[in-house]
């Protein structure tokens, strides 16, 4: 069983930044991929950004610019650092890893609130 804990989410105004982490309880060498997801009440849960094995990187639209992916092998870990916060920035979290059997894993989330 892969265990992810996400932590660095909290609560910031417009145009502050954070920094969220993933830490894997396996060698994140050999995932497929990695990524931060996040869902906003009462909408679906969405890709925000992913990273794969060879460091190719993957950003949704509306955070192109103001975020940035990447990881620490060293670590297991990933990061998500976010800057220029808005509002509809807000939501929970998620950091999931696909390893190379293509097995997935979710972590429990990480609460993110950008107050206007």
């Known amino acids: 069983q892969v265990q992810l804990v996400e932590s660095g989410g909290g609560l910031v105004q417009a145009g502050g930044s954070l920094k969220l982490s993933c830490a894997a309880s396996?060698?994140?060498?050999?995932?497929?991929?990695m990524g931060w997801y996040r869902q906003a009440p009462g909408k679906q849960r969405e890709l925000v950004a992913d990273?794969?094995?060879?460091?190719?990187?993957n950003y949704a639209d509306s955070v192109k610019g103001r975020f940035s992916i990447s990881r620490d092998n060293a670590k297991n870990t990933v990061y998500l650092q976010m800057y220029s916060l808005k509002a509809e920035d807000t939501g929970v979290y998620y950091c999931?890893?696909?390893?190379?059997?293509?097995?997935?894993?979710w972590g429990q989330g990480t609460q993110v609130t950008v107050s206007s």
């Open positions: 990273i794969t094995r060879s460091g190719r990187t």
């Open positions: 999931n890893i696909i390893l190379s059997t293509g097995t997935g894993y």
């Open positions: 396996v060698r994140i060498f050999s995932f497929n991929a």
